[in-house]
């Protein structure tokens, strides 16, 4: 099944079929059925230093990490793609033809009882206050429509990715006074979100990797996670996550002090991203405090296999308290 759905994605997607032969290529991804596309940039494997000496305790020890190799989105992911996932009908809106069975079969979030935009935007604009478990069904209504696996990148991705082979504070140097070229922040951003990609990228060509949004990863957030790998070499390590909270979200956002944008930095999510929802249970899909909550796309070069990608998509959620 999954090698017939590869086979459909890469039929309707030409440009797709060359790009899958390397994982040195970066990619433009269309949305079967739809005129929607978004970009994923080629990561290489390697070794990285994880941490930071100068950083606060969850951010030590400083440890190498050594990463396949992995495609990451090249800008978070916007209301453009992530809104006909929430409603069928901006769905049938963005298609083409008829909505497939299959990917009309995909849960969809329970629609929320505000405007989750806050009023900041939708059009190019990164959608915000998803939980994580949110995010990863987007991730298996992507791989439905495209045939192609896509996740949440772990933390130790994220850093990878962030630091673009760099030793400093931020992915572009040490120097804090430099981050409104590369960021929007607590110092520039008006205290909302803005378009992706407007501001400068990394070395690794990725943009608002500081800042815009706090991103979403897949691992439990752990204090002391790092001590596990302290002297030696961790591979492809992850917090496989086994409870609602704590989960790790990295970057910063629009409200954040260049502290808490550093590529080190390490955020936790918290039960008060929920604490005015009114329902009992409360949401499993959406953090109406959190607007500073976003998400960027991960696909790794080795496809896991199907038992793997089901067992991703389809861990049922835990009930909110």
């Known amino acids: 099944m999954f090698k017939k759905l590869i086979a459909v994605a890469l039929l309707a997607n030409p440009c797709a079929q060359i790009f899958a032969q390397s ?17 994923m940039q080629a990561i290489p494997a390697g070794k990285f230093k994880m941490g930071s000496k100068t950083g606060k305790p969850d951010e030590q020890p400083v440890h190498e990490v050594k990463l396949d190799a992995f495609w990451i989105g090249k800008h978070e992911v916007t209301w453009d793609i992530f809104e006909p ?20 079969a995909v849960t969809r979030p329970t629609k929320p009882y505000l405007d989750m935009t806050f009023g900041m935007g939708k059009e190019h604009q990164p959608a915000v206050a998803m939980t994580q478990y949110n995010a990863i ?58 378009q992706v990609g407007l501001k400068k990228p990394n070395a690794w060509g990725l943009f608002d990797m500081h800042g815009n949004v706090s991103e979403w990863t897949y691992d439990q957030y752990i204090a002391d996670f790092y001590a596990k790998s302290a ?75 199907k038992a793997e990608i089901d067992a991703y998509y389809n861990k049922l959620p835990i009930k909110d308290y």
């Open 23 to 39: 994982t040195n290529s970066s990619y433009t991804q269309s949305i079967n059925g739809t005129k929607l596309k978004f970009d």
């Open 85 to 104: 996932f929430l409603y069928r009908d901006y769905e049938k809106k963005a298609s083409e033809g008829a909505i497939p069975a299959d990917v009309d």
């Open 137 to 194: 069904q987007f991730c298996k209504w992507l791989y439905v429509r495209t045939g192609v696996f896509y996740r949440l990148p772990t933390e130790a991705e994220w850093e990878y990715a962030c630091k673009a082979g760099a030793e400093t504070t931020y992915g572009f140097g040490n120097d804090a006074a430099k981050l409104g070229d590369y960021a929007w922040y607590k110092d520039n951003s008006d205290n909302k979100t803005h």
């Open 231 to 305: 002297g030696k070499t961790a591979e492809n390590p992850v917090a496989t996550p086994e409870k609602l909270y704590p989960n790790a979200v990295r970057g910063g956002s629009y409200d954040e002090t260049p502290d808490n944008l550093t590529s080190t930095a390490r955020l936790a999510s918290n039960p008060t991203w929920k604490q005015l929802d009114p329902q009992i249970p409360k949401s499993n899909w959406w953090f109406p405090e959190a607007p500073f909550v976003g998400m960027r796309l991960v696909r790794p070069a080795k496809t896991p296999s």
